[in-house]
């Protein structure tokens, strides 16, 4: 069993940056493929990064890829997403999960554990 807690969602302008963590429980981190998915109202959840354990492959959509930055401390059990040149169309809830499985990295049905989330809403 994991349990999985974000942290340092906020409101912030456009062209601005933001930094979540998610703290993980658990003995076995560095086993788990670590990602973050975001799901903004009336959409659904989409695929924004997602991090191997102990190789450190990262993989991102193209919709992030060059401005977030996933990254973890498999010494301290957490995950991180640094967003940077954040747009209003990067508001939303986002979501910290962990998995096993080490080939499906973008497909969120293959992540057994999530956080609550916590909201980033960027304003123009």
């Known amino acids: 069993q994991v349990h999985l807690l974000e942290s340092g969602g906020g409101l912030v302008q456009a062209g601005g940056s933001l930094r979540l963590s998610c703290a993980a429980s658990?003995?076995?981190?560095?086993?788990?493929?670590m990602a973050w998915f975001r799901q903004a109202p009336g959409k659904e959840r989409e695929f924004v990064a997602a991090?191997?354990?102990?190789?450190?492959?990262?993989f991102y959509a193209d919709s992030v890829k060059g401005r977030f930055t996933i990254s973890r401390d498999n010494a301290k059990n957490t995950v991180f997403l640094q967003m940077n040149s954040l747009k209003p169309e990067d508001t939303a809830a986002y979501y910290c999960?962990?998995?096993?499985?080490?080939?499906?990295?973008?497909?969120?049905?293959?992540?057994?554990?999530w956080g609550q989330g916590t909201q980033v809403t960027v304003s123009s």
């Open positions: 999960a962990a998995s096993t499985n080490w080939v499906e990295v973008t497909t969120q049905g293959a992540y057994d554990y």
């Open positions: 658990g003995r076995t981190f560095s086993s788990y493929v």
């Open positions: 991090i191997t354990g102990s190789t450190y492959s990262t």
